[in-house]
């Protein structure tokens, strides 16, 4: 990082602090909250189901493939092996892990420079790029760790549902991904 | 180096007599040898010389992932391995081994194109992959372990939960000839003792973690179109095409009214799948209700996939009752692993016990299932008593466990008997003195052995002349599935496939019905060709066995037509390496005739017509096989033909261009193929025709 990157990103985290003072908690409480505009809630989310799914990754393959142009499950935004040793030696019971589209977005609250915004169609919540600085707060902020952080790049990825047509449900060969309508439910489920 | 497309560009060279660690340039092997099994085995040849024995330092452990390993293309996550191979018999030759699950991309991911391990540890030790760090590591505490604790302490001591490994068990470490290589649960380097050569090196194991990348030459949308078009040809595993009632019963695809998997915490009801429906794929097999008819398959939980492969042919069951033996409760089959110990009186806890064994102590199901034949066999002839051999013979009538946890454990750990049996069956029975009875007498019919020392997997008797070929010219049992898959597995009507055959072959005569051989017609020369070349594609791209060359699609319109061309179609777009199927297909050539070469030098004799390429006797006899568990639905009265099988491996020669009289690869051929050196090598040890 050169001196001016830093001095802009160092301004920028100052700004937000002095006008809400309030980052460092900020999803908790309900939409609207310490002066922020309410965010629409998503309509569509991907859905993981242990009892179906065959471990077999393509989904992480068909994200990295489809949206880095390169196979690279570490780049992908839907994981299932970051938990696949836990269950294959037990009950092959696979815990894959999508991002939920939260209401309260933590990773949107957490982002100083607003780089993470509501698409149109779909509202999911998605990185703008040509905003994202890299200072990595969204990964650091989401609760479920589904924000990908590539530190070479300094920039981060997340699902943003590929603008209503999921490539890693298109490629699941069990149905054990669903793309299904948003449920406040689903914000809570394991 | 520059970054390529499809290939990783680098094979990382692990040695471990004096722990120097090198990286190898891809580019100097591709696109001439395509990769996986075509590099292995050319690096055999460069630096394995014939007389090499196959536990020696000297040896090398060759892991080879291909171009497509880690990409979206349809079962792709495979790794082949090539090495001097302990279990081959007469001759400890060449050999090649294949796995899948996901230890293959996660080297790819690590950015090498494959492993070579040679020399040997003075103690212990295991090898950790991260990326381009890689260390050896002492392993003394995880020597004696099983697989599977072994790999989870190893997985743990990467600090980075989505590393894989790959070990061996207790066999490998008491160098048992037919020792495995584990991955995950069940993914083997099975046939060829791949698990003695890792032991003699004193290397129990290797842990990888890739966060890179594999690039393709192609356009994402491109390869996607592509392969959502293969997808739409493959139905099931085996070439699975029709499912039950309509299809055969053993037909790969299963999905039909009222099935269930049930062995899980809820039922899943898979019911009928529409072969067009891609989101569904995974739920046509099930590995269990093919298998068992109903005694294991209230076990499956669910089917389990290797990396990046939708077709998803594993069984993953989960038996409670295991925790009585102390044995892991959780496991995954395919085919054999799970079968090889059940006969009518045994429970289904011996039958579960016994696969969870082998992978557990890494051995290899496809000696034990001679052995337990043998044994039986040798027990009611009085030839061997309970107390002389230390095995419970009598508990096999109460269930079985007790026998085959004593069995499996004393190979492994070589103790009493087991030290003669872990030498392999065609060495152990001649140490036992009944070779002879196993190879043309009283205990052939039970035994099965076939060439190479391996147990018939496809019995040429039944399978015809073409599998006879494909298993003498091999290195192993040749384990391709195109013939069988044709005739059995896909559930088809035999006068489809016919069609099938005469349209790919030229001849309807090309493809007989199990167990109603007709004589030798040339079509059924250029099958057996066609499975070798294709075999070769197969492991060097890699694609899976069980699913590829697509011969077979589940579309009538097609006329039940697969597409021959998909290999090749991949292997362009991934690497820009602009094949047609004909130049791929020459590559391929290229490699078996190099892999003819190794063979040679292995053999030290250029006539391998009369020594390498032969079917021991019985299958020339009218012998009524009596396995109870056999890959022989129905074999032919009267066995082959000798004659006629004679004219049939000369016509194969002769199509291939070798020579008639030895078998060996010409001088001309050899150039052809751009091995000019190769063919200079083998005229200066003397071993090429005149």
Known sequence: MNRRCFLRQSMIGIGVVAVG???????????????????????????????????????????????????????????????????????????????????????????????????????????????CNGLGNCQRACPFNMVNYFEDERKARKCDLCGGAPECVKQCPATALRYVKWDPRYDDLD | MRELNGWAGKILRINLTNNKIEKVDTERYIPKYIGGLGIGLKIMWDEVSGDVKPLDPENKLILMAGPLTGTLSPSSGRLTAVTKSPHTWPVEHTTRGNMGGHIGAEIRFAGYDGIIVEGKAPKPVYVAIHDDKVAIRDAIHLWGLDTYDAQRQM??????????????????????????????????????????VMGSKNLKG????????????????????????????IAAPLHGIIPPPVGSAASGYRARDNLQWVGGPKKI??????????????????????????????????????FSCPVACKSYMTVPAMNRFGIPQSGEFVCLSATWYSPPASTHEATFAAKQLIDTLGLNPWDL???????????????????????????????????????CNKIARREGLGDIMAEGLPRGAMKMGVLDDVLRG?????????????????????????????????????????????????????EDIKQVAKALYGSENAIDPIGKITPYHPSKGRFAISIDHHGVIKDSLPTCDWV???????????????????????????????????????????????????????????????????????????????????????????????????????????????????????????????????????????????
């Open chain 2, 548 to 690: 590829f060359p697509v011969v077979l699609s589940p579309n009538p319109e097609r006329k039940y037509m697969g597409d021959m061309s998909i290999e090749s179609k991949l292997f362009s777009a991934v690497t820009g390496v602009k094949w047609s199927e004909q130049e791929l297909d020459k590559a391929a050539e290229r490699c078996w005739n190099l892999h003819r070469a190794v063979t040679i030098r292995d053999w030290k004799t250029a006539n391998l017509r009369e020594s390498h390429d032969w079917l021991p006797e019985v299958y020339y006899t009218g012998l009524t096989p009596t396995t109870p568990v056999s890959t022989v639905v129905s074999a032919t009265e009267g066995g082959l033909d000798r004659k006629d099988f004679e004219t049939a491996k000369t016509d194969y020669y002769k199509q291939r261009g070798w020579d008639e009289k030895t078998g060996a690869p010409t001088r001309k051929k050899l150039e052809e193929l751009d091995l000019k050196d190769v063919a200079d090598k083998l005229a200066a040890m003397k071993l090429l025709p005149a």
């Open chain 2, 269 to 306: 009801s898979i019911g009928r799948v529409d072969p067009k429906d891609m989101n569904r794929m995974s739920l046509r097999p099930h590995e269990a209700d093919r298998r068992f008819a109903g005694k294991m398959a209230a076990y499956h939980v669910k089917n389990i996939g290797c």
């Open chain 1, 21 to 131: 003072g309030s980052v460092v908690f900020p999803y908790n409480g309900p939409s609207g909250a310490f002066g922020y505009p309410a965010i629409p809630n998503a309509t569509m989310v991907v859905m993981h189901n242990s009892a179906l799914c065959i471990g077999c990754r393509r989904c992480e393959v068909a994200c990295s493939t489809m949206r880095e142009g390169a196979s690279q499950p570490s780049r992908a935004r839907v994981f299932i092996d970051r938990r696949y040793q836990e269950s294959i030696w037990t009950d092959g019971q696979f815990t894959g892990e999508t991002c939920r589209q939260c209401e309260e977005a933590p990773c949107l609250r957490a982002c100083p420079a607003e780089a993470i915004k509501v698409d149109e169609k779909t509202k999911a919540r998605y990185v703008d790029l040509k905003v």
């Open chain 2, 206 to 233: 290797i842990v990888v973690r890739g966060t890179g990348r594999v690039k393709m030459a192609c356009s994402p949308k491109e390869l996607l179109d592509l392969v959502e078009y293969t997808k739409s040809l």
């Open chain 2, 442 to 494: 009283e205990a052939a019919g039970r035994v099965m052995l076939c060439s190479h020392g391996m147990w018939d997997h496809y019995d040429p008797r039944s399978y015809s002349q073409v599998l006879g070929l494909t298993w003498v010219m091999d290195n192993r049992d040749p384990n391709r599935h195109e013939y069988p898959g044709m005739v059995l597995f896909s559930g088809a009507k035999i």
């Open chain 2, 155 to 196: 997985i743990k001591e990467m600090r980075d939960s989505r590393a894989k490994a790959m070990v061996i068990g207790v066999a490998g470490e008491k160098l048992v000839r037919t020792a495995v290589i584990i991955h995950d649960l069940k993914s083997a380097l099975g046939q060829g003792g791949f698990g003695a």
């Open chain 2, 369 to 407: 299932v001679m052995w337990v034949f043998l044994l039986r066999w040798m027990h009611e002839t009085g030839r061997i008593t309970e107390k002389e051999a230390g095995i419970p013979f009598s508990d096999e009538k109460k269930g079985g466990e007790r026998f085959i946890t004593t069995l």
